[in-house]
């Protein structure tokens, strides 16, 4: 038997779940966008009321949300990937980050991302991570 690990296509979903990770982070938006499929959507944890990159997002909206990371954070983050698990079409990455905010303060945060795959694109990216931290920055 086989171990999961092994699969091929668990395999390619992991690589391509890393690869949006990497490039999103490090401000390659373009390149991000096209491991997208053209219904993508994103939801971050929080509530939209009180901290504007937090809900659902649409494909425009995703778009949006990479170009202010890119203007928030100019030289990208440094990410460190402390877990990845791969299921059928779903995978959960653990990442910390790193980066120097526009005004120069340090960003260090901790995220949970839950990335669905169809079709060897990204269907849908949930993301969990320290809304304080985000609202603390931007309130900056």
Known sequence: ?????????LA??????????NLAFANRVQAALDLLSA???????????????S???????IERLLNGLTQAIPG?????????TAERDRVAVEVESEG???NGKRYHNY????????????????EY?????????LAG
């Open 1 to 9: 038997m086989n171990d999961m690990n092994d699969d091929p296509a």
């Open 129 to 137: 991570m320290d809304t304080l931290h985000v609202s603390d920055m």
């Open 111 to 126: 995220y949970h991302f839950l990335i669905e795959i169809r079709a060897g694109a990204i269907l849908q990216v949930r």
């Open 76 to 84: 990208g983050m440094q990410i460190v990937v402390h877990g990845i």
């Open 100 to 102: 120097m905010w526009h």
């Open 55 to 61: 809900g659902s997002k649409n494909r425009k909206q």
């Open 12 to 21: 390619a979903n992991k690589k391509l779940a890393l690869d949006f990770l």
């Open 39 to 53: 219904d993508a959507s994103w939801w971050v944890l929080g509530d939209p009321q009180r901290l504007k990159v």
